[in-house]
């Protein structure tokens, strides 16, 4: 499957922090042994207004523009602006675990990565409630990368 349109993906959760970086580094590794492509995801979500729905954003500069500013950097700090494998950016509107499940559901994933806590959660917790919900509905297999 050397076709672009046709070679498999594997999906990776980006959320800025460290941990993610550690998941997407994982992906890009198990790319390049495999000949698959990466695709980063990252999610925004509007803010909640607290009045029964959510405050307008701006489209020019909006929060998706930040997502999408922190998954580029992101990418660039766990493997450099060359990478060894190709990596679709892609910014999604919605939860984490509903932007990454809705990305594994594509038919041409093979795999999905998350980190195993990202920027939530508690210390002391193996796993965040995204990587959780992700290992319990995802229609691939998925590999949670853990701390060093």
Avoid: N, Y
């Avoid at 990252?42 to 500069?61: D, K, L, Q, T």
């Avoid at 450099?80 to 910014?91: K, L, N």
């Avoid at 795999?111 to 319990?136: E, I, K």
């Amino acid at each position: 499957m050397t076709d672009k349109q046709t070679r498999e993906k594997i999906v990776v959760g980006v959320d800025g922090s460290e941990q993610s970086r550690r998941a997407l580094r994982w992906a890009v590794r198990q790319a390049k042994l495999t000949g698959a492509a990466v695709r980063a995801v990252i999610a925004w979500e509007p803010p909640f207004s607290g009045w029964g729905g959510s405050v307008p954003v701006a489209e020019e500069g909006g929060l998706g523009d930040i997502a999408r500013k922190v998954l580029l950097e992101s990418i660039e700090k766990a493997v450099g602006s060359e990478p060894p494998v190709e990596i679709t950016p892609r910014v999604e509107e919605g939860t984490a675990a509903q932007a990454l499940l809705k990305a594994a559901a594509e038919d041409d994933v093979a795999l999905l990565v998350v980190g195993s806590r990202g920027l939530g959660g508690f210390t002391g917790a193996l796993l965040g409630s995204v990587s959780q919900h992700c290992v319990q509905h995802a229609p691939c297999p998925v590999v949670i990368v853990r701390g060093r």
